[in-house]
């Protein structure tokens, strides 16, 4: 789990993201989010190198097998969300949408 979080927000974040900026925004500590990031070196889903401007900094980027596995989660993820609301009518997901945004939204009516 922790690397598919890891995975999706370097993706939402950019390439260039630095361990402990994923790790704050992933809610580990920088320890943790290093050796996440070290799994996924040695997985061959992101690489690590030295920011140019500060050679004090890594900075990580994912590959292409990197995107694959966050593609093939997100196709698994919405092919579960479409089953199950195969049985909704239009109307039961029309109203399902307006409660999720407003949820979304802190509870206040949109």
């Given amino acids: 789990m ?15 993201a ?3 900026e994923l ?4 809610g580990v500590d920088q320890p943790r989010a290093s050796r996440v990031v070290a799994d996924c070196v040695d997985r ?5 190198s030295v ?4 050679a004090r900094r ?3 980027a994912l590959t292409d097998d990197g995107r694959a596995v966050i593609d093939e989660r997100r196709r698994e993820r919405r092919a579960a ?3 199950a609301l195969d049985g ?5 997901r029309a109203q399902l949408a307006a409660l999720l945004a407003r949820f979304v939204a802190g509870g206040r009516s949109t």
């Fill in 88 to 92: 909704f009518t239009p109307a039961e």
């Fill in 81 to 83: 969300v479409e089953q």
């Fill in 23 to 26: 790790a704050a925004a992933i």
């Fill in 51 to 54: 920011d140019p401007t500060d």
């Fill in 2 to 16: 922790a690397r598919y979080r890891l995975l999706s927000t370097l993706d939402r974040l950019g390439d260039g």
């Fill in 44 to 48: 061959g889903l992101v690489t690590r």
């Fill in 58 to 60: 890594s900075v990580i």
């Fill in 18 to 20: 630095s361990v402990s």
